[in-house]
């Protein structure tokens, strides 16, 4: 089975309903990111970035899965997916994805300040100021915060090289360690890249560029691969 590498953005998840980060206003819902996902926010005010994250789990787990996710999830009939996403939601494991990669971290875990290896599964559930893991360190959202590292991001590129083909959808590019993924892509390796504003990308040999919505240009090139690689 051929490797299909796909990076995902915010824009996958846009159709269901999770807003993307870089909208014409330059805040994430109604708050400046610095305020809310850096690790100098947090220092500053806890309490404001333990609400915020509150109600961006509750809304993340309520949200369903739309057409662009279930295309993916189809794709593993055909091909060996790996999914390195940026988001931290769960929108790809829900609609059958199996191997998916959080760079970013993830809206349902927990973890504690003391130790970051101790990661909690949470659900929906609000985390408190004073709700501790068992060493007696406050938990925090399991989510990659400006100024933090990336710690998937070595097994994000060595998959990246692997890639026999790879895919991008709703990523504006902007945000480094994962904007720089593509550049370790080979020339002669296909590229599919899926937005309806297409991020500014170097041109290559093999590159698709498919100005479209995630759950129209998802499907469409799903359908385009199976029928070039296995028909
Ligand atoms: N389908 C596909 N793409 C879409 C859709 C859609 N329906 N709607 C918008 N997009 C595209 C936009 O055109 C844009 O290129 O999704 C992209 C979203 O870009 P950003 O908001 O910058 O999101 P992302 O690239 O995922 O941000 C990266 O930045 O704030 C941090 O940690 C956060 O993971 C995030 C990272």
Same mark, same amino acid.
């Given at each position: 089975?051929?490797?299909?590498?796909?990076?995902?953005?915010?824009?996958?998840?846009?159709?269901?309903?999770?807003?993307?980060?870089?909208?014409?206003?330059?805040?994430?819902?109604?708050?400046?990111?610095?305020?809310?996902?850096?690790?100098?926010?947090?220092?500053?005010?806890?309490?404001?970035?333990?609400?915020?994250?509150?109600?961006?789990?509750?809304?993340?787990?309520?949200?369903?899965?739309?057409?662009?996710?279930?295309?993916?999830?189809?794709?593993?009939?055909?091909?060996?997916?790996?999914?390195?996403?940026?988001?931290?939601?769960?929108?790809?494991?829900?609609?059958?994805?199996?191997?998916?990669?959080?760079?970013?971290?993830?809206?349902?875990? *927990? @973890? &504690?300040?003391?130790?970051?290896? /101790?990661?909690?599964?949470? #659900?929906?559930?609000? $985390?408190?100021?004073?709700?501790?893991?068992?060493?007696?360190?406050?938990?925090?959202?399991?989510?990659?915060?400006?100024?933090?590292?990336?710690?998937?991001?070595?097994?994000?590129?060595?998959?990246?090289?692997?890639?026999?083909?790879?895919?991008?959808?709703?990523?504006?590019?902007?945000?480094?360690?994962?904007?720089?993924?593509?550049?370790?892509?080979?020339?002669?390796?296909?590229?599919?890249?899926?937005?309806?504003?297409?991020?500014? *990308? @170097? &041109?290559?040999?093999?590159?698709? /560029?498919?100005?479209?919505? #995630?759950?129209?240009? $998802?499907?469409?090139?799903?359908?385009?691969?199976?029928?070039?690689?296995?028909?």
């Amino acid at each position: 089975m051929k490797k299909l590498v796909v990076l995902t953005g915010a824009g996958i998840s846009a159709e269901s309903g999770i807003k993307t980060f870089r909208d014409s206003d330059g805040l994430w819902e109604n708050h400046d990111v610095m305020e809310v996902a850096s690790i100098e926010g947090w220092h500053k005010n806890k309490e404001l970035v333990l609400d915020f994250y509150n109600q961006r789990r509750i809304q993340a787990m309520a949200a369903e899965p739309n057409e662009g996710h279930k295309a993916l999830a189809r794709l593993e009939n055909y091909f060996d997916v790996h999914i390195i996403t940026q988001n931290v939601d769960n929108l790809h494991e829900k609609a059958g994805s199996s191997k998916v990669i959080h760079l970013h971290g993830e809206l349902s875990k *927990v @973890r &504690s300040i003391l130790d970051e290896n /101790l990661v909690y599964e949470w #659900g929906d559930k609000p $985390v408190k100021l004073g709700d501790k893991c068992n060493k007696g360190g406050q938990l925090r959202p399991h989510i990659v915060w400006f100024g933090e590292a990336v710690p998937m991001m070595e097994t994000a590129a060595r998959l990246t090289l692997q890639a026999d083909i790879f895919m991008v959808v709703g990523t504006s590019l902007n945000v480094y360690p994962a904007a720089g993924l593509l550049d370790y892509v080979g020339d002669d390796i296909p590229k599919y890249i899926i937005d309806p504003n297409m991020p500014r *990308v @170097r &041109s290559s040999p093999h590159l698709h /560029l498919i100005e479209a919505v #995630g759950s129209v240009g $998802v499907p469409r090139v799903s359908d385009e691969l199976i029928e070039k690689y296995l028909i």
